[in-house]
């Protein structure tokens, strides 16, 4: 009787005991083919793109990605620290001779510094910041683009293919057939 507790869990314990050897009887090399060929598979057309379209989506909506936007502002703030000085070498190398002589170049450079600092600052502190806004513009643009646009769709195909061309990525799957059978 399938439908006792006790004959049911005697039978996912004897299924659970078999599996190891059941598992040991696949061939390496033809179960990591088998995963190849169906991530190969998923890549083709546009299932793939069509759900990384929905996953953006999702973690688009009722700003689930404004941490992301966070921390981007964070490494464009830690990089105008860090590199405010190539800043005002370009500035400089730019500026004509007669406006370094007058100090202009640095006047203009720190002014540029100034305002991008400015403009990072409101956005880190304004949720609804205009800035924001685009992003997320954009990010639904291009949910919208893996979902619907072709010439999209065949651009992820090529780079699942690109990737599962590589020794890397052959190397992974079939480690990970041999971390799933320990």
Do not use: C
Not at 88 to 96: I, N, S, Y
């Amino acid at each position: 009787q399938l439908a006792d507790p006790d004959t049911a869990r005697r039978i996912a314990d004897g299924a659970a005991d078999a599996l190891p050897a059941l598992i040991d009887l696949f061939d390496d090399a033809t179960v990591a083919e088998f995963m190849k060929r169906q991530m190969r598979e998923l890549g083709r057309g546009a299932r793939l793109s069509s759900g990384m379209g929905e996953l953006i989506r999702f973690l688009t909506h009722n700003g689930r990605h404004q941490p992301l936007i966070d921390a981007a502002i964070r490494e464009a703030w830690h990089y105008l620290e860090n590199h405010s000085g190539d800043i005002r070498l370009q500035v400089r190398e730019r500026t004509g001779f007669l406006w370094r002589a007058i100090g202009l170049d640095k006047r203009a450079s720190d002014a540029m510094i100034a305002a991008l600092e400015d403009t990072l600052l409101a956005m880190a502190n304004d949720p609804q910041h205009p800035v924001r806004g685009r992003i997320t513009e954009l990010i639904g643009r291009f949910a919208d683009d893996l979902q619907r646009d072709p010439d999209m769709q065949k651009r992820i195909e090529d780079i699942v293919t690109e990737a599962l061309a590589h020794p890397g990525v052959e190397a992974y799957l079939s480690s990970l057939w041999s971390e799933l059978k320990a």
